[in-house]
């Protein structure tokens, strides 16, 4: 890997500017191999040297993934003037700049969530080429009917004549629901499920491909994750 400035890798790895990362280094805070780098544009190899920030060790990382348990009433952006969102959730610990939420859920949805810095990696969740289907479960205001599971067993078109890619529903009990998409318009499952006649009590992502949220993520809750980890979201090949 190249090497990069110094101001700029510190800035990358801890939720600071890179004004902040110039000042910190001037003063001595930044080391480097043992040795006190006040230079901001000294050349650091990030997987090779030894870096302390006021002590503690720097561990690079070129991007960083974090699944969080979305709570209702939270925003699914990176930052909002007046509302809190979800990356105001993340730890301190592992907030750095550039996080941003891999999709939208709706303020008052629950359930997973991932969250990351890596551009590319959100691009292929998110491309309507790949099909990637995102699973609920959804709490409703009436019974499930064969009706219900006829309307969803064909193209759904919602009220302002958006036609909806094929969705699926799983009826688990008389007013709860399994229900999943490969694609993320507004409020879209509470639409669909308005042309079927049904209000949503709640909803909870549960899924995004192959890969589930965690039983022991508790809501408002989120733990770092590896890149293989989140590996499944791109191998379900059916739904």
Known sequence: MPNIRLDKLIASQLNISRKEARLAIRKGRVSV?????KNPEFSAEPEKDTLLFDGQAVCYKKYIYIVMNKPAGVLSASSDKSRETVVDLVPENLRRKGLF???RLDKDTTGLLVITDD????HRVLSPQKSIFKTYK???????????????SREITLADGTVCRRAYLKKLDTRTAEIKICEGRYHQIKRM??????????????A???????????EGECIEVSLSELGPIFNLKTV
């Open 208 to 218: 995004i491909g192959g890969y589930f949220l965690p039983d022991y993520l508790k």
């Open 33 to 37: 191999n043992g040795e006190v780098v």
């Open 119 to 122: 551009g590319d990696f959100a």
């Open 138 to 152: 959804a709490l409703l205001d009436g019974d499930i009917t064969e009706e219900t599971l006829d309307i969803f």
């Open 101 to 103: 939420p891999v999709g």
């Open 193 to 206: 499920l308005g042309v079927a006649g049904l209000g949503v009590n709640s909803l909870e992502r549960r």
